[in-house]
C-alpha cells in the first residue's frame, strides 16, 4: 500500500482531491439515486392510483351496460401508455373477463399475493410483489355494488431508463467536475511545487559540492508560502557560506599556526597511533607527514621515551586530565652516548558530548638545550679554571721576576764555580720558561676586545708553548713552516683561542702517540677568486682521522667524538672565529680504518684556513654581524 502512496506534493495533492472527489460522488450518487428512486415510486403510485382510478370509473357503466368489447377497446387504449405494462378486469372470484393479453381471458392467473385482494375494496390499493413490482387494483362498481376488480401492470422499463439517464448526466457531470477539479489543482499544485523542485535541486547541488553556491540566491517568482520558504533558504544559505567563510578563516590560521609554529604538535587516537602532526614535528623526527599517520608511538619512538609517552596518553583518555611537563630520554640507536629529549605536555580534546576523542601533545625536543646546559656548565667550569690558572699565573709571575733577579745577582759572583754557574744558568733558563707560560696564560685570560695588526707565527708559537708538555709527553714532533713577518689584522685573542682549538684537536688524535704535527703559515692567494690575497693557515697530524659521517658533521653545536671530555663546541666556535675574519676552510682527513683501505695506508687530518687580508672596517662589520646573529 506504501509503494502506491505518491511520492510528490503535487502527485499526493492530486490523489487525496480525485479520491474526495470520488468519496463525494459516491454519496451524492447513493443519496441521489435513493432520492430518485423513492420520486420515482411516488410517482408511479400516483400515476397506478390514478389510472386505476380512471379504470375502474369507466370500467362499471361498460359492465353494467355489458359491453364487452368497448370495455375490451377501453383496456387495450391504455397500452398506449408507455408506464402500463399489461391491464385486466376480472371478477371477485379471479376470472379474467378482458385483458391487455386475450389468452388471458377466461382463466385464472392471479398470484397467491393477488388472491389475497380478492375481497371487498372501496378504492385503488397499490400493493408489491414478491419480485419488488408494483401493482394496482382498484374496485369496479356497479350501481354502488361491486361488480369486478380492475388490475394494471406498470410498465417500469421507461422510468428505469429514465433513472439510468439522470444517472449517466450525474456521472458524467461528476466526472467533468473531477477533471476540472483535477486540472484545476495540477495547476495549483504547480504552482507550489515549482518552487520547491528547485529547492529540492539546490538542496541536492550543495549536498554534491558544499562549495557550489553559484545557483544562488534563488529566484523569487510567487507571493505564496514557497516564496517565504525560498526567501527563508536563501538566507540559510547566505548565514552558512557567510558561517563558513569564517570557519574556513579559522581554520586557515589554525592550520598556518599549527604547520608553522616552531614546536612540534601531534595527535593521538585510543590506539596510541598519530592521526595528525605538524610540519615541524615530522621535521623533528627527520620523516614526512605521511609517514607519521596511523603509526603508533613505539614506532616512531625508543622504547626507553615510548613507554612514558603512551602511560601519560592513556592516563589522559582515562581520566581527561591534561600532563603537564613530562620529561622523555632516550639514547640515539646506533649512536652510543648520544641522548636525545622530549618536554612534552599532553591535553585531552573534547568532542560535544564531553568525552575525549582524541589526545593532543605539545612536544620539544630539548636535545640542544640540555646539552647547552651541559656545555654551560662545563664551559663555567673552564671559565672558572681559566680565571683560577689567570690568577695563580699573575701570583706566580711576582715571585717569579724576584727569583730571576736572585739568580741573576748570584750568576754575578766572581766565587762561583764552573759547575754553580752552569746551574744557575740552567735554573735561569728554566725560571724564564716558566714565566712565559704564565706569560701565555695571562694573554688567553685578558684578550683585546678591538682587532688588532698581530704576527701569526708568534701567535701560533705562544699556543705551542701551552701544549709544549703535552707534545713532549705524546712523543709528537713538531714542524714550523713559516713564512716570516706575516701579518694580519684580526681579534689576537680569538686566533689563539682557533689555535688552540686546532692544535688540541690534533694532539687529542694523535693519543696515545707519537705521531708528527705540521704547522704551515705563509702568504697566499684565495681557493675560490686567486685576485684576493690573504694568509693560509695549515694545521696537519697524523692522528686517527676521520669518517666521512663525523667529517660532515664536525662542525655542528654540541657533536663531539671525545665523548666524556668533550662538549662539541670547540670546532663550531673555530668555525665563528674564522667567519668572523672572512675566513674560508677546507679539510682533508683518511679514517685509521677505512672499509675500502683496511687500515693499509696512512691516516691523518689537514686543517686549511685562509684569511683574506681585510681591512679594519670589514672585520669590524663582521664582528658585529656575528655578534647579531649569536644573539
Sequence with gaps: MASLRPRTIRGQLIASLVLFELLVLAVFAVFLVHEQQNELQQRVDRRLEYQGSQLALQAGPLLAENKTE????????????????????????GMTLVGTDPAMKGTLNLTSVERNYLRSLDKPTLFTLKDNLREIVAPVKVNGQLRALAWIYPNEEADRLQLHSLLRITLVSAFAAILGCTLLATLMARTITKPLNVLTQATRQIVRDPEDTSSFPLQVSSANEAADLTMAFNMMVASIEEQRAGLNDTLALLDSMLANAPIGFAFFDRKFRFVRVNQFFASMNQSSISRHLGRTVFELFPDSAAVPLQHAIDSVFESGTAVQDLELTAELDGQPGRVRSW???????????????????????????????????????????????????????????????????????????????????????????????????????????LPITAKVCELMDSVLTLHQGRVNSLQVEVQRFYEPDVELFCFAGELRQLFANLIGNALDAMMPGPGHLALSIRRSRSWDDPGVEGVRISVMDTGSGMTGEVRSRIFEPFFTTKEATGTGLGLWVSAEIVGKHHGTIRIRSRAAVDSQNNGNLRSGTVFMIFFPLVRGEEIRAGSLQANSQSV
Design 70 to 93: 368497448v370495455l375490451q377497446g377501453l383496456v387495450n387504449s391504455l397500452l398506449q401508455f408507455s408506464s402500463i405494462g399489461s391491464v385486466q378486469i376480472t371478477d371477485l372470484q
Design 343 to 449: 618536554l612534552v605536555n599532553i591535553y585531552p580534546v573534547h568532542t560535544s558530548s564531553n568525552a575525549v576523542r582524541w589526545v593532543g601533545a605539545v612536544i620539544v625536543d630539548t636535545t640542544q638545550r640540555r646539552n647547552s646546559e651541559d656545555a654551560l656548565r662545563k664551559t663555567e667550569k673552564l671559565a672558572a679554571a681559566g680565571r683560577l690558572a689567570a690568577s695563580i699565573a699573575h701570583e706566580i709571575n711576582n715571585p717569579l721576576e724576584a727569583v730571576t733577579n736572585l739568580l741573576y745577582l748570584i750568576r754575578l759572583q766572581d766565587s762561583l764555580s764552573l759547575d754553580t754557574s752552569r746551574y744557575v744558568e740552567l735554573a735561569q733558563h728554566e725560571v724564564a720558561r716558566v714565566s712565559e707560560i704564565a706569560q701565555q696564560t695571562l694573554r688567553f685570560y685578558r684578550q683585546s676586545t
